[in-house]
């Protein structure tokens, strides 16, 4: 993954001008418009744009490229469903590119699109055909990029309630998750593999953070669980008690003043003393260091 991630980078690096700006633009005006067609006319009025193995061997090569314009849905009673999507596609499509550029968003959708052709390509070879219909597993892996980049901002969710987008994210996952395990169930292997095709097009852009990821969760759990924390912990609890049972916080080694009989009165500690010795600001500075 390192080296795919490696070889990415470099290929924006030396191809700044790559790609099309705006691509996700064209994309949703292009699926809008598939989808008015199929609803006044019908679906099949439109499925020569889909990805069909045995077509394309039969020369029907826009096949290659024009399943990307199919939209998830073809029905009249589906419409509001379908704006929704459109228009997270475009919000999360032109913020990658805002934030990426034009280079590396382009690459980032794209390479989804080769393998997801690709995944057909294999599929038909095997089993003597193959059907796709639109990248709507390529899509939603765009919010995997959107929840790396942006994890604390907030949807609404039905429009009241407000929701990270790492968590909706975890919510995208278990989807690809169910996903995959129903197509492998009813032995749909092109389903189970444009779900897989997506998720593995997004960990080569962000291996270097996913694993960077789990390499501070590990580190945590293991300050979390390691001998001097805990001993930590069980201390400051007991200065917790002893703070509730002596009444006050701080108090002058000099002078006996406290933080309770005099709060504007502010106390230190010296670093030059032997142990953990307290003085308020009369006297960190003129008392004798303790030995």
């Known amino acids: 993954m390192n080296k795919l991630h490696e070889l990415s980078e470099r290929f924006v690096l030396r191809h700044p001008d790559f790609g099309i700006p705006g691509l996700m633009r064209y994309i949703v005006i292009a699926q809008a418009v598939v989808y008015v067609l ?32 199919m ?3 073809s029905s009249l009673s589906d419409l509001i469903w379908l704006f929704f999507f459109l228009y997270l596609y475009y919000m999360i499509g032109t913020t990658l590119e805002n934030q990426w550029g034009t280079a590396k968003f382009n690459l980032y959708y794209l390479s989804g699109v080769a393998l997801t052709a690709l995944v057909g390509i294999v599929t038909g070879l095997i089993a003597g055909d193959a059907w796709i219909s639109g990248t709507a597993f390529i899509n939603l892996s765009m919010f995997f990029a959107y929840a790396m980049l942006y994890p604390d901002m907030q949807f609404l969710l039905f429009l009241i309630i407000p929701v990270k987008v790492k968590w909706l994210a975890w919510l995208d996952a278990a989807f690809f998750g169910l996903s995959i395990l129903s197509n492998l169930f009813r032995l749909n292997l092109i389903g189970a593999a444009l779900p897989l095709i997506a998720i593995l097009n997004f960990f080569v852009f962000f291996w270097p953070d996913i694993t960077d990821w789990f390499v501070y969760r590990r580190q945590r759990a293991q300050h979390q669980t390691s001998p001097k924390t805990i001993h930590f912990r069980t201390a400051a609890r007991q200065q917790k008690r002893k703070e509730a049972q002596q009444g006050y916080r701080h108090k002058c080694e000099i002078c006996g003043r406290t933080d309770a009989d005099f709060p504007d009165l502010q106390f230190r500690y010296c670093s030059r003393c032997s142990g953990y010795h307290c003085f308020c600001s009369d006297h960190i500075f003129t008392h004798e260091h303790f030995k």
């Open 38 to 69: 199929s609803v006044f006319s019908n679906a099949a009025a439109v499925s020569f744009l889909a990805f069909r193995w045995s077509a394309i061997l039969h020369g029907e090569l826009w096949r290659l490229v024009t399943f990307v314009f």
């Open 71 to 73: 939209p998830a849905y």
